[in-house]
C-alpha cells in the first residue's frame, strides 16, 4: 500500500495539527483555546528548547481528552513529549478567559486619590462620599465604556435638569397621594425673597410624605407689570396646584377629587384672603392660621417687651457675639482653651450645642 505524499510538511506539523484535532473532538471550548495558545506557542518556537519539558515525564494529561496516550504508542520518546505539550498549558502560561484580564490591583487607590483630589479641589464637603447618590453615580460608572464623556452645562440645565425635576415631582406626589382618599391633604405655602427676586412656596403633606414640595413660583413678572402678591394673584397660583393634585391618576383610582380639605398659611392678610377666596371654588377646604407663625410671634413679642427675657435675650446674643462669630481676638483665646482641655483637639461651641 502506498503513501500519500503530502509535500512542504513535515512529519513535526502533521503530528501537531492531529492533536490540536484530537483536542477539538473531545474537549470543550476553553480547552480548546488554552491548547490552540499552546500550539500557536510551541510553533514559534525551536523543538527542544524547553528544559522543563525535555524532563517532563510521560504521563496523562489532565487536559488532553484522553485516558492515556497508548493509541499514539508508535511514535518516538521525543515526539511523544511534544504531543503532551501540544495538548497541555505550560506551567507559567495562563488561560485565555471570555471575561478578559482581571481588575488592575492599583485601580482602587487610584480611585481614591481621584475622588480626594475632586472634592478638596472644589471645596466640597468631606461627608459626601458618604451620599448615596455618590455612591450611586460610582456605581453607574463601572458599566460605561472608555470612550464616554460626561454631559456639557448646557445638557445638565436643560433635558438633564428636566427630566430629574419631573422624576423627583412624581415620586413627591405619588407618596403624597397613598391614602389620601382616607386622610386627605393639607396644602400650605408662604412668600419668600431670595437676592431679592419675589417667591411663592407652596407645599403640601399627607400621612405618607409630611413635606411635598408642589411648586416655587417666580413672582418677578408681575411685580414687573405693576403688580404685586395680591389675594388674588396667590389665589390664581393655588387653583392650579389643586386641580393638578386631584387630577393625578395613579393604579388605585382614576382621580383624586376631593383629597385637598385644608390650607395653612400665615397670618399676613394678603394670603388669608387669597385661601378664602380658593374655599369659594372649593367649599369642602378649610383655611386656617398655621400654628408656627402664631408661636413665632408670642415668643417674638416675649422676649423684646418682657424686660427679664429681653436682659436674657441681650446676654445670649453677646455670648454668641464673643464664641459664635467672626472676632479673632475672643476666637483664639477660646480655640487654645478648647484645645488644652481636651487632649489638644479643638472642640467648637456648635460641637458642644450637637452633644446636648
Known amino acids: 500500500m502506498a503513501l500519500l505524499y503530502i509535500p512542504n510538511i513535515s512529519f513535526t506539523n502533521i503530528l501537531l495539527y492531529s492533536s490540536l484535532l484530537i483536542h477539538f473532538v473531545t474537549r470543550s471550548t476553553s480547552s480548546v483555546m488554552s491548547g490552540a495558545n499552546t500550539l500557536a506557542t510551541l510553533c514559534a518556537t525551536t523543538p527542544g528548547n524547553h528544559a522543563s519539558q525535555r524532563k517532563r515525564p510521560i504521563e496523562e494529561s489532565p487536559n488532553s481528552g484522553v485516558d492515556s496516550i497508548s493509541a499514539s504508542s508508535s511514535l518516538s520518546h521525543t515526539d511523544k513529549k511534544r504531543w503532551m505539550a501540544a ?5 507559567r502560561m495562563s488561560q485565555l478567559t471570555l471575561l478578559g484580564t482581571k481588575h488592575d490591583p492599583a485601580a482602587s487607590d487610584r480611585m481614591d486619590i481621584a475622588v480626594a483630589d475632586f472634592i478638596f479641589s472644589n471645596a466640597l464637603s468631606i ?3 458618604e451620599c448615596t447618590k455618590f455612591q450611586q453615580l460610582l456605581k453607574c460608572a463601572r458599566f460605561i465604556a472608555p470612550s464616554y464623556s460626561p454631559p456639557h452645562r448646557k445638557k445638565m440645565t436643560s433635558n438633564l435638569l428636566d427630566g430629574l425635576y419631573q422624576s423627583a415631582y412624581n415620586k413627591q406626589i405619588e407618596s403624597l397621594l397613598k391614602q389620601a382618599k382616607v386622610f386627605g391633604i393639607s396644602v400650605f405655602g408662604d412668600g419668600a425673597t431670595i437676592k431679592k427676586i419675589p417667591l411663592m412656596n407652596f407645599l403640601a403633606s399627607s400621612p405618607n410624605n409630611p413635606c411635598a414640595l408642589l411648586e416655587i413660583v417666580d413672582c418677578t413678572s408681575e411685580m414687573a407689570s405693576g403688580g404685586k402678591k395680591s389675594a388674588q394673584y396667590i389665589c390664581g397660583l393655588i387653583k392650579p396646584i389643586i386641580s393638578r393634585i386631584e387630577t393625578t391618576k395613579n393604579s ?12 395653612l398659611f400665615d397670618g399676613a392678610s394678603n394670603v388669608q384672603k387669597a385661601a378664602q377666596l380658593v374655599s369659594v371654588a372649593y367649599p369642602r377646604i378649610t383655611v386656617i392660621h398655621g400654628a408656627e407663625h402664631i408661636v413665632s410671634l408670642f415668643f417674638k413679642d416675649v422676649f423684646t417687651k418682657v424686660q427679664a427675657f429681653k436682659k436674657l435675650s441681650d ?10 462669630s467672626t472676632r479673632h481676638g475672643p476666637h483664639a483665646i477660646f480655640k487654645k482653651h478648647s484645645m488644652i482641655h481636651n487632649k489638644n483637639v479643638y472642640v467648637t461651641p456648635h460641637m458642644c450645642t450637637n452633644s446636648l
Open 127 to 129: 461627608s459626601l462620599v
Open 315 to 324: 446676654f445670649s446674643k453677646r455670648c454668641r457675639n464673643i464664641f459664635g
Open 252 to 263: 388605585q383610582f382614576s382621580d383624586h377629587t376631593g383629597v385637598v380639605d385644608l390650607l
Open 87 to 91: 495538548t497541555t498549558a505550560p506551567p
